[in-house]
């Protein structure tokens, strides 16, 4: 294993207070409770109200995240930030967060990595810190996937849910921190998950809103196959570089989108359910916000513990997919 250079300082989560249920589905939609559970694993997943933006998210999880590491906003050097879902094109949702939070030390800046864009943002941090370039960097993974879903589109309506995961990253002791880290990405593949309007090819207009291509668009068996493949491998280069096996990993936290796409990559790695961490039930697919919201909250759950080993991977539009591995 290599020496660790990046590690946590602090976790910091922030989750909408409305809940949108599987019965809540039934009756919008042509679907059912089974129907829902049986290919995905979710019951119910939290959205956001109108004043519940992507940055005020991301500054409710990173203040968390900042009291725990004893820090304050302008303590930080960087501001990365993960979303698929900025309030606005332009600026970056990192600088909106930095106003908020009033870090005025921090350079920031957005990253698209759709569902992986959280451990993205996390290996770019560790090369920064690496590079001594920052000392303490923030890194966030925001979402408001309610704002591109189509809810008459009951493939991808009952799959999404808000919320944000914020992360405080300091230069390691050598101890603990991240000990391995992989990302990939395959773009011709893109149009299985993708949005087709709303850039600067197809800009929002009249047409687009009632042809429904604002949204996203997935081709759910396609997604699903290249999802299991993507996330073995990405859990195979992790262990791969570190020296260990599936069976030396004390706690798997991936992506929460599917629960049998997560018991199939537990299955290759050699990782048994019981080592790893589910709350796609509860939270539904929150893209880059999901494994920093599942990692705070095993935590707080007591399923973390110092000196463990962890397995963090995700898949992704783009695709993109990574892994990282952890010396808690």
């Not at 290249?226 to 990405?234: E, I, L, P, Y």
């Amino acid at each position: 294993m290599k020496r660790p250079v990046a590690a946590f300082a602090g976790l910091g989560t922030y989750s909408p207070g409305k809940i949108l249920t599987n019965a809540d589905f039934e009756r919008m939609l042509d679907t059912s409770d089974t129907w829902i559970r049986e290919r995905t694993g979710i019951r119910e997943r939290h959205i956001a109200g109108p004043d519940e933006t992507v940055a005020v998210m991301a500054r409710e999880a990173s203040l968390l995240a900042l009291q725990e590491a004893g820090l304050a906003p302008t303590d930080l050097d960087g501001i990365i930030v993960s979303t698929a879902t900025p309030d606005r094109p332009l600026p970056s949702a990192a600088c909106d967060l930095q106003a908020l939070l009033g870090a005025t030390n921090a350079a920031a800046f957005d990253i698209g990595a759709a569902c992986s864009g959280w451990l993205y943002a996390l290996l770019v941090g560790e090369s920064l810190l690496a590079s001594g370039f920052a000392k303490r960097l923030l890194v966030v993974g925001s979402e408001k996937l309610s704002a591109i879903t189509d809810y008459t589109d009951r493939s991808t309506a009952v799959l999404f849910g808000d919320g944000a995961g914020a992360a405080v990253l300091t230069a390691s002791d050598g101890t603990r921190g991240i000990i391995a880290g992989h990302l990939k990405s395959d773009g011709r593949l893109a149009e299985l998950l993708y949005r087709p309007g709303g850039g600067s090819v197809a800009p929002p207009s009249e047409q687009m809103l009632k042809d429904r291509s604002y949204f996203i668009k997935m081709a759910g068996r396609e997604v699903f196959k290249s999802a299991v493949r993507s996330m073995a491998d990405a859990a195979d280069r992790a262990l791969e570089q570190a020296g260990i096996t599936g069976e030396q990993v004390d706690l798997m936290i991936p992506h929460q989108a599917n629960i049998r796409i997560i018991e199939a990559t537990a299955e290759h790695a050699h990782i048994p359910m019981e080592r790893v961490f589910i709350n796609v039930d509860r939270f539904g697919n929150t893209s880059s916000a999901s494994i920093p919201l599942a990692l705070d909250e095993a935590r707080r759950a007591g399923l973390v513990k110092p000196g463990m080993t962890i397995l963090l991977v995700a898949f992704g539009a783009g695709f993109t997919w990574g892994s990282i591995l952890l010396r808690w």
